[in-house]
């Protein structure tokens, strides 16, 4: 396909995708770019949907499963200072769609700017975080978000203002291709109370949760006014297994994958707990990684 031809200086063909993602495991994207400014990134929208090959966006790899057969099309990936700055004036904070969650969770902070402190650790790009609106118990990207730039399904750059944005539990009105950047707008406070705040949910996260592990956050959405981990867990899936895969013992909506698993060992657990909540607790459980 001459696309590569035309695009060569930054899209790649058979790209391993297995170390982009937290689960270590699936196969190869079979075009890969990492565009360096947003022509460039347009540009290759435009083509690949001329050529209607399917895009996808990979965002930090950690709220997604690829299948061992690997992805076909286009994988777009947002590296580099075009795509990753991260910008405050007064009480607003503008960070690009690939700059690290935590990076900008730690600017706010410093900055003495509040809202974002219940975020951190919370892995991934700030265009994942508002994809799926990450969150824990003491709040989600999406209340503090004002503002969106966005590339559409057909390559044009678009804004998102306040009355398009909708937010609710791990979903958002922002589905479109690419999230460019966007803005949240903060609170004033003290860096000092912040920093406390913010080592205290970290603390809290890492008691419950088997962090940094070969793993991808909470595999299940919690469903309504109840607890997926604590289902699994009722269920009798702690310690679970499929091959090289394992229900963690510690918290029971994580998967731990072991080194010699493969995407289809997790995808069978999933299965396997999915049918067993619903079995014996009459519950259906709805994934929330994406799997590809
Ligand atoms: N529980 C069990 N067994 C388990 C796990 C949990 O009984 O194996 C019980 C806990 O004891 C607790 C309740 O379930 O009573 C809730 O557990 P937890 O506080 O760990 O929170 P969660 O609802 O499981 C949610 C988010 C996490 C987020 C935490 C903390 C979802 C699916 N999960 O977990 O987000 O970090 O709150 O704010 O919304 C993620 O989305 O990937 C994620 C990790």
Redesign the pocket.
Known sequence: MNLLADFEQFVRQAEPLRDRTWFHLGGPAEFFAEPRNEEELTALVIRCRAESLPIRLLGGGSNVLVRDEGVRGMVLHLTGEAFSGIHVSGRTVTAGGGAKLGHVVSTAVREGLAGLEPLVGIPGTIGGALHGNAG???GDIGQWTTQATVITRSGKIAERGRVDLEFAY?SSSLDELVILRAKFELEEDSPEELTKRMQKEWIT?KA??PLGHQSA??I???PRGM????L??QAGL?GARVGGAEISQR???FIIAENGATSADVLKLIDLARSRVAERLGVELET?IEIW
């Open positions: 824990s118990r003491g791990r996260r419950s949760q956050g909470c299940f959405k919690n607890s997926a981990g604590m699994l867990e702690k918290h029971a909506n929330e």
